[in-house]
């Protein structure tokens, strides 16, 4: 690269690392850089285009493979003969000439793993034919941990390189601290699935096999379409892959769960469900709705002496879809609901609401948590709103 690209580069870093190159990522189709104007527009352009290209494969962290698909953009960010990267254990890839030299790196990177500072050093090459004569090892860091070193080499020494080496690290250990935010995020949702997926009541599972036993003798094929449905619901509720499920699958397993449910009440329970089919294959975090509907049977049914109806909807909200889950049951205070939604309801009360709250304003954003309206003796409504399109969130 040339050194205006280099200049280019040491003046935008701050932006880099506060934008994180979208520019060049929502460029899906590139101009060429030849219709860019001055050659500071070109080579800034070039800057932001490779990194936007280096940026994807070091959202997975640093491993070899994503050392290995960013390690030719990062060179070409630098302009450098060779470039390596490496852990804290070993060397990850090399890119560029003077191969040899990797047997070294870690040697030379020591101090820079201990310190968490970079430095730069003479190559000691003995080869009169290999162009390394001088090289920069800068930390990669996250949360003030070094995870290993980006080193780039060059014939000569340079201080506009050294400059350069350490905000194109500053900018990889940003990527990396995303993809650390990425799994934090990812291992949350899966213990939070995990904590819901124990709250799923054992006396529900129980009073669904006495119910299913009490028809074996009377009406066998009721009997073999409920243990059916139970089988179908479980298998569903403990799936083990995907953080996301579309409203269909969500609807089908509440459906399923109401089966049982009415096996055991009969004619007490009423359900009303009413579902536009074009929000069906909207995606959704997996088993959201299930604990809702569980809330409005517990709270609508177990509570009421006499028949309870039950309303779901799911309806087309223009760039969302709208579900509604309504009972007449028992209702609670509004102040309790309060304190439920701010884990201050006990060990288990609220849990389903709460978890279900917390996991929508994880994946949309606050604006997205449950809407509830109740009142003691009112029943309850939950409104959930689900974007039809969110990046990342794919039904399986």
């Known amino acids: 690269m040339s050194g205006a690209a280099l200049a280019v580069l040491i003046v935008l870093g701050p932006l880099l690392l506060a934008g994180g190159f979208v520019l060049g990522r929502r460029t899906a189709r590139p101009e060429r850089t030849s219709d860019v104007g001055t050659p500071v527009e070109r080579a800034t352009f070039e800057t932001l285009h490779t990194a936007s290209l280096a940026a994807p494969p070091l959202r997975a962290g640093l491993t070899e493979e994503s050392a290995r698909k960013a390690a030719r953009r990062l060179r070409s960010l630098l302009g450098t003969d060779a470039l390596c990267l490496t852990d804290r254990e070993r060397v990850l890839v090399w890119d560029g000439s003077g191969e040899h030299h990797g047997k070294q790196v870690m040697a030379q990177v020591e101090g820079v793993l201990a310190s968490g500072r970079g430095t730069a050093f003479a190559s000691g090459c003995g080869d009169l034919d290999c162009p390394l004569r001088w090289g920069v090892a800068v930390p990669l860091t996250v949360d003030h941990r070094v995870l290993g070193t980006l080193v780039a080499y060059a014939p000569r020494e340079s201080a506009v390189l050294a400059r350069a080496a350490g905000e194109v690290a500053r900018w990889v250990s940003v990527q990396l601290e995303l ?86 009440f009969g004619e007490r329970l009423s359900v009303t469900l009413q579902v536009a089919p074009e929000v069906l294959p909207v995606a959704m975090p997996f088993l959201c709705l299930q604990p809702l509907v569980e809330n409005a049977v517990k709270h609508g049914l177990e509570g009421a002496a006499t028949t309870s109806r039950i309303t779901i909807s799911a309806l087309d909200a223009g760039a969302e879809a709208e579900v509604v889950i309504e009972d007449d049951g028992v209702g609670m205070e509004p102040d309790r609901l309060r304190r439920i939604l701010r884990g201050e309801g006990g060990a288990s009360t609220g849990i389903g609401l709460l978890n279900v709250d917390e996991r929508l304003r994880q994946v949309y954003g606050d604006e997205y948590g449950l809407v509830i309206e109740t009142g003691v003796g009112a029943g309850t409504k939950i409104t959930v709103r689900i974007p039809k399109y969110r990046a990342g969130v794919h039904g399986t």
Request: proline share 2%; net charge neutral.
């Open 179 to 264: 993809a650390e935010l990425d799994r934090s995020r990812t291992r949350l949702i899966e213990a939070e699935i995990r904590a819901l997926r124990a709250q799923i009541s054992p006396h529900f599972i129980f009073n669904s096999l006495a119910a299913i036993a009490s028809f074996v003798r009377t009406d066998p094929g009721r009997a073999r379409e409920l243990l059916l449905e139970f089988a179908d619901f479980t298998r569903y509720s403990f799936r083990s892959h995907g953080d996301f499920t579309t409203l269909a699958d969500e609807l089908h397993s509440i459906d399923q769960y109401l089966a049982l449910v009415r096996a055991r």
